[in-house]
């Protein structure tokens, strides 16, 4: 399993960002996806997660109605779109991918493979 981000970035708050998460070595249309990021000091929190068929989403209160998450099983791809950033939205941001054993949820620990992480800094 392999799971790779893209590069993320410094933008300036209330910017936009997308970052994408190529994946391979399993069947990524079988399986949920999630966005955790990381800040300093902080625990990992999840962001955003996407059932196997792109239906259904959910989010961490604080960033629903700016991010969005998305799918193209086509590509083994997915997406986090990122709209007026926030300095608080300030760190490593992982893709993994869920444990189809578990409903869809924003826990780490119902997650089995994780990528390496991109760095994503907003400015104030």
């Known amino acids: 399993v392999q799971l790779v981000e893209s590069e993320g970035g410094l933008v300036q708050t209330g910017g936009s960002l997308r970052l994408s998460c190529a994946a391979s070595?399993?069947?990524?249309?079988?399986?949920?996806i999630g966005w955790f990021r990381q800040a300093p000091g902080k625990e990992r929190e999840g962001v955003a997660v996407?059932?196997?068929?792109?239906?259904?989403?959910y989010y961490l209160d604080y960033v629903r109605g700016r991010f969005t998450i998305s799918r193209d099983n086509a590509k083994n791809t997915a997406y986090l779109q990122m709209f007026s950033l926030k300095p608080e939205d300030t760190g490593v941001y992982f893709c993994?991918?869920?444990?189809?054993?578990?409903?869809?949820?924003?826990?780490?620990?119902?997650?089995?493979?994780w990528g390496q992480g991109t760095q994503v800094t907003v400015s104030s």
């Open positions: 993994a991918v869920m444990d189809p054993l578990w409903p869809l949820n924003l826990n780490p620990g119902a997650y089995d493979h």
């Open positions: 070595g399993f069947a990524f249309a079988s399986h949920a």
């Open positions: 996407i059932s196997s068929s792109g239906e259904k989403a």
